[in-house]
């Protein structure tokens, strides 16, 4: 490849994340006739059509596919020689940010940074979203969302992400349950009904999406899309719902309930914050990414005692 044409590795990035050619070019700021062109020299140089349209989309083929990872590594170790810290003042700097979020923490976590950068960045906004689509990669590649906060239950491709916190979980239920007293077992547990939060897009609960297998052995009886509606619900009922800790301590008592720790091996959920890779040189989207990162470090020592892990 002549020096020339190392220009031509955005354009295939681009095409490739974005499977588009108008959305790659707005994305780069150039014509859409530009980045035609850019693609057929990628076409002639790999001899193969590299993308297929299929409707509306640029589908990769086999080949695209295969030499995606080095070029997209190429252009990622390029701009990361970049500053991008030099150009957004927080203190100044007028932005909307939007993000899709895990039930709950829309409660908890992000209220908490929201009020903290207030003093910081008072003219930065959030506009906050329930997760209504199971697939994050299609979301943030559209910029439906600059940020997405969601358990860690599933492996995107090119799409970046820093663990925030661990989640811990607990079993719900009325303080006067006329079964379940001082202490419950498994056994208790499963053999009671219960209610369960599920995704907007799908019936499966976000907690058997986290793979906790003894979970799908659950008599569930009631579905919501909401884990703050379990609170109002259980103290009416005698049913169970499994609630993140920090939800109960919050809300807790505001409802006749009651709290045990999970009788399972695996009580939390890893919570992850997700982006587009194209937003790694966007200065005012690196400095809130970062302070999201800092934030859910104090968030998870605050609630639970837990250290951060970054990816």
């Not at 070029?71 to 939007?98: C, H, K, M, P």
């Not at 379990?230 to 807790?252: E, R, W, Y």
Request: charged share 20%; aromatic share 10%.
């Amino acid at each position: 490849m002549k020096n020339t044409d190392l220009n031509l590795i955005p354009i295939f990035v681009a095409i490739y994340e974005e499977c588009s050619l108008s959305k790659s070019a707005n994305r780069l700021n150039i014509t859409q006739p530009a980045v035609s062109k850019a693609l057929k020299r990628l076409r002639d140089i790999y001899n193969d059509p590299l993308f297929l349209r299929d409707n509306s989309a640029m589908v990769p083929t086999p080949r695209a596919i295969d030499i995606y990872p080095a070029l997209a590594a190429a252009l990622t170790n390029y701009t990361s020689t970049i500053a991008i810290d030099g150009g957004f003042d927080s203190a100044s700097a007028e932005r909307v940010y939007s993000f899709a979020v895990i039930s709950g923490l829309g409660h908890t976590f992000l209220p908490l940074v929201f009020s903290h950068l207030r003093k910081e960045a008072p003219h930065l906004h959030f506009e906050v979203h329930p997760i209504f689509s199971k697939d994050t990669e299609l979301d943030l590649r559209l910029q439906r969302y600059d940020f997405v906060i969601d358990a860690d239950h599933f492996s995107p491709s090119f799409i970046k992400s820093h663990h925030l916190f661990d989640e811990e979980l607990v079993a719900v239920m009325n303080a006067e349950h006329p079964r379940i007293h001082d202490e419950m077992t498994l056994e208790q547990f499963l053999a009671e009904e219960h209610i369960t939060v599920s995704g907007w897009q799908a019936r499966s609960s976000i907690m058997r999406s986290a793979h906790i297998s003894e979970l799908d052995s659950r008599n569930v009886v009631y579905r919501t899309s909401t884990v703050t509606e379990c609170l109002p619900l259980v103290s009416q009922t005698d049913l169970l719902a499994i609630c993140a800790k920090s939800i109960v301590k919050q809300q807790g008592l505001l409802y006749k309930v009651k709290s045990f720790a999970l009788p399972l091996d695996k009580n939390t959920l890893s919570i992850k914050l997700y982006w587009h890779p194209s937003r790694d040189t966007d200065a005012g989207h690196v400095w809130l990414r970062n302070y999201l990162v800092n934030e859910a470090s104090q968030f998870g020592k605050s609630q639970f005692g837990l250290e951060k892990n970054a990816d």
